[in-house]
């Protein structure tokens, strides 16, 4: 049985109470967990602040070594890691090996930035005084993670927060505990001090909520669904609060594209991950000169996918994090026939020994259709027809989301169009909608965030708070704004 860490130690809920985590390739359990609770929030909170202050106080290149030996732990456990995210959540293995380098990346990355840093000394309005600034942590900061990335996404908010000298109680998804014990078994032989990250598994309702209202916490990293990030702003209280939520991204295919290279960006980033990516292409707005003929291609190829367990060699589809995902695809496969859109491929169950779902297009979809505006989180992809480039734009910016974006197109004038006008955190010029990398913002637009980007520079500026310093060597009172010649 797996226990939850506080304060360097694994340890039992107080709540006496357990889960299972359960294989979806197989429906299998494959571990059982403490269902922690409120009190064990607090006391994990208590431990996450007492441990911040020695943290904060030991040099950033100190901190940066602790972060550089979980990047060389994960890159030598990155293949039995890597099995594990396949294991848990079900995506294919090549995915699963991408999410550990995900978040060897990021610690890499952070690491580097504990020998920066930086700050910014600019010259005062008045003599004999220096103007700068200077980073100081937030504090205890919530981490609170999704399961479609149960190693990388922690890691990118992790390492950011650590390297800024922050203590962190974690809790991760519900459907993805066992890769977060094994990520905090690598702290721990990291060298990583005891209380500065602790680990609780157990419901959003109950942990959650106190790593939300808690008022040691200064600061809350949270990435999920948009709702239960609103219901998180509501009760943050003042605290710094980081949101990243969901997409309904979309792909432009323009009548000069490369019609081979669109299949493979549309196959990868509908498909991919079962389309369960916050960065997933789930709207295809092809223009009406090339729509028909790029319908045929994908069929071609949609055909070919071979769904299965993404442990087996040659799977290129793995299952649905769990049941209600699958009905989720049901509900909107009701949604969009009803609406009107042709279903053409999918729309239906896989194999009933795990939770799978064919890939499914419906074509002749329209921007408003329910299916073309809300998160599926599933191999559910729309294609619109559009007249012209101006109708595209109009279409890609119809939703309430505004996360990654793609355009393929041979004209100057369209791509450069598309960078501006698009309503997005991410736009790529000829590939698909999926591939950030760790030293690049990543983040989204309207209903996809609140403006804070993760990963790169704006990582630290995420889990830093700016102190402005004036120092003033003159000897005497010199006034601002009054003072000055
Ligand atoms: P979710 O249901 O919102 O859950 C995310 C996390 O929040 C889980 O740990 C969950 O715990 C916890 N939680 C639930 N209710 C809570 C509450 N009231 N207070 C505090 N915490 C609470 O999202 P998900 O289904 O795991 O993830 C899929 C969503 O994540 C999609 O919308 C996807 O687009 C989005 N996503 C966004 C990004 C991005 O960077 N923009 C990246 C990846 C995923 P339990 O598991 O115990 O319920």
């Not at 940066?64 to 890597?82: C, P, S, V």
């Not at 980073?135 to 800024?164: D, H, Q, Y």
């Not at 702003?233 to 949101?243: D, E, H, N, P």
């Amino acid at each position: 049985m797996h226990k939850i860490y506080i304060d360097g130690s694994w340890v039992n809920s107080s709540s006496g109470k357990t889960f299972e985590s359960f294989n979806p390739a197989t429906k299998k359990s494959i571990g059982t967990f403490q269902q922690g609770n409120a009190a064990d929030a607090r006391h994990a909170i208590d431990a996450a602040y007492d441990a911040q202050k020695k943290w904060a106080g030991m040099p950033a290149p100190s901190r940066a070594r602790i972060l550089f030996n979980i990047r060389d732990l994960l890159t030598k456990d990155k293949e039995r890691l890597g099995r594990l995210v396949t294991t848990e959540m079900g995506k294919i293995l090549p995915e699963g090996l991408g999410d550990v380098q995900e978040a060897i990346d990021i610690f890499e990355y952070m690491a580097g930035e504990g020998r920066r840093l930086f700050g910014h000394t600019v010259p005062s309005e008045l003599p004999d005084k220096f103007a700068m600034t200077t980073r100081l942590p937030i504090g205890v900061v919530s981490v609170i993670t999704p399961w479609n990335f149960p190693i990388a996404v922690p890691a990118w908010k992790m390492a950011a927060a650590l390297i800024c000298g922050n203590g962190i109680v974690w809790k991760p998804s519900s459907d993805t505990p066992l890769c977060a014990v094994e990520l905090v078994k690598i702290f721990e032989k990291a060298g990583m001090p005891k209380g500065v990250v602790n680990l609780l598994t157990g419901p959003g309702s109950s942990v959650g909520d106190e790593l939300v209202r808690n008022r040691a916490v200064s600061g809350i990293s949270f990435t999920g669904h948009r709702d239960t990030g609103e219901d998180i702003l509501r009760k943050a209280g003042v605290k710094r609060v980081g949101l990243e939520l969901g997409g309904k991204n979309g792909i432009i295919v323009m009548d000069d594209a490369d019609l081979g290279l669109v299949v493979d960006g549309i196959i990868w980033g509908a498909y991919g991950t079962s389309g369960q990516r916050c960065t997933a292409a789930s709207r295809v707005i092809a223009h009406e000169k090339i729509a028909g003929k790029l319908e045929k291609l994908l069929l071609a190829r949609i055909a070919k996918i071979k769904i299965g367990d993404g442990l087996q060699k040659g799977t290129d589809m793995g299952p649905l994090i769990n049941e209600g995902a699958v009905r989720k695809c049901e509900k909107y496969i009701d949604i969009g026939k009803k609406e009107g859109a042709k279903l053409v491929c999918g729309g239906k169950k896989g194999s009933a020994s795990g939770h799978f779902f064919l890939p499914t297009l419906f074509t002749g979809a329209a921007p408003d259709m329910r299916i073309a505006q809300e998160e599926i989180f599933g191999p559910v992809l729309s294609m619109i027809a559009v007249k012209n480039m101006d109708k595209a734009i109009e279409a890609i910016n119809s939703v309430d989301y505004g996360l990654s974006s793609s355009i393929y197109t041979k004209d100057m004038k369209n791509a450069f169009r598309a960078i501006c006008e698009i309503e997005a955190g991410l736009t790529y010029v000829n590939s698909s909608t999926i591939g950030s990398e760790a030293h690049l913002p990543f983040g989204g637009v309207k209903g996809t965030g609140n403006g804070v980007r993760e990963a790169g520079i704006t990582g630290i500026e995420e889990f830093s708070s700016i102190k402005t310093v004036y120092f003033d060597y003159s000897g005497r009172l010199q006034r601002a704004q009054i003072d000055t010649d």
